[in-house]
């Protein structure tokens, strides 16, 4: 499974909100200079955000975008799965997908099933809350020696 660049973009836009959220709308123009995005691909993904009803977005003097709920209301999943659809990673484990014919005898369809399952299970674990505080994550790698932190 590969989380596509508006899926990234998207978890990073959404933190920015929740690291200046003062009930006030934050400006597009500036969310898009701290986070380095084009203004125009931030609209797009600011689209199917509203959409999915995860933020909200006011017009005119004041405009712009913010949360529709608490930081820690959110969670890594809810976001990536708004953006990306389904995060199987195999389609017969999409949500709506047709019964696979092999299901009964496919021998790494538990694979899929528990990977799908970890995937969901970390990324629910993690809320905005705590990807804007950049706080450390359970199990998460130490970039220089490839470890699980402890």
């Given at each position: 499974m590969m989380i596509s660049t508006k899926g990234r973009y998207a978890l990073r836009l959404m933190i920015?909100?929740?690291q200046h959220n003062t009930g006030d709308c934050v400006p597009l123009k500036e969310i898009t200079r701290r986070q380095g995005i084009s203004e125009k691909y931030v609209e797009a993904i600011?689209?199917?955000l509203v959409k999915g009803r995860l933020i909200a977005g006011q017009r005119g003097k004041g405009g712009g975008y913010?949360?529709?709920?608490?930081p820690d209301a959110y969670t890594a999943w809810e976001i990536l799965e708004q953006m990306e659809g389904s995060l199987a990673p195999v389609t017969c484990l999409e949500s709506g997908a047709p019964p696979c014919f092999?299901?009964?005898s496919c021998t790494t369809l538990p694979l899929w099933r528990q990977l799908h399952s970890?995937?969901?299970h970390c990324l629910e674990g993690i809320t905005l809350a705590d990807l804007a505080a950049g706080k450390p994550l359970p199990g998460e790698l130490d970039s220089k020696e490839g470890e699980a932190k402890a």
């Open positions: 920015d909100l929740a600011v689209a199917v913010r949360l529709t709920r608490l092999r299901a009964a970890a995937i969901r």
